[in-house]
């Protein structure tokens, strides 16, 4: 079974790191090896990231789910259910920890969840070298004032 992490990243740090996931993965295993030994980690740490939402998410689990998909056991732990699917969930105040047999179970019941609330979700293995973003950054830009694709005059 493996073992993800997510982790709720402010946005400014989603847009410059979406196509850089390798440095801010290497930056998460680095804080969770060394952050009692280097306060500087935790700082950058809380700087870059938002606490987990966890009453958002416990009540999206309740209005989106059925009450046979999901379980809480405890305030902070809970499991979501699908046909032979069971995924144990423990909430923490910075991050959500999971474990699944392969991120499709993932996929089918927890990022619909998560993708509700936000879309600067990091995800990262613990006991395997997988990574990445929940949902596509996406950037609506707009027109800059004074400035024209084409003009009919």
């Given at each position: 079974m493996y073992e993800y992490t997510v982790f709720r990243m402010k946005e400014e740090f989603s847009w410059?790191?979406?196509?850089?996931?390798?440095?801010?993965?290497?930056?998460?295993?680095?804080?969770?090896?060394?952050?009692?030994?280097?306060?500087?980690?935790?700082?950058?740490?809380?700087?870059?990231?938002y606490p987990f939402p966890g009453t958002q998410f416990c009540k999206i689990v309740e209005e989106k789910l059925d009450k046979t998909m999901f379980s809480y056991e405890t305030r902070d732990f809970l499991r979501l259910?699908?046909?032979?699917?069971?995924?144990?969930l423990h909430i923490s105040?910075?991050?959500?920890?999971?474990?699944?047999?392969?991120?499709?179970?993932?996929?089918?019941?927890?990022?619909?969840?998560?993708?509700?609330?936000d879309s600067t979700?990091?995800?990262?293995?613990e006991n395997t070298a997988q990574y990445g973003w929940v949902s596509p950054v996406i950037r609506i830009r707009e027109p800059k004032s004074g400035q024209v694709l084409y003009s009919y005059h």
């Open positions: 410059h790191y979406f196509h850089k996931s390798d440095i801010l993965y290497r930056f998460i295993k680095h804080y969770q090896k060394e952050c009692q030994q280097r306060p500087e980690l935790q700082m950058q740490y809380d700087y870059s990231t259910y699908k046909n032979s699917t069971n995924i144990p105040e910075k991050h959500l920890k999971f474990r699944c047999e392969t991120i499709l179970e993932a996929e089918e019941i927890l990022f619909p969840i998560l993708r509700e609330i979700f990091f995800i990262i293995g």
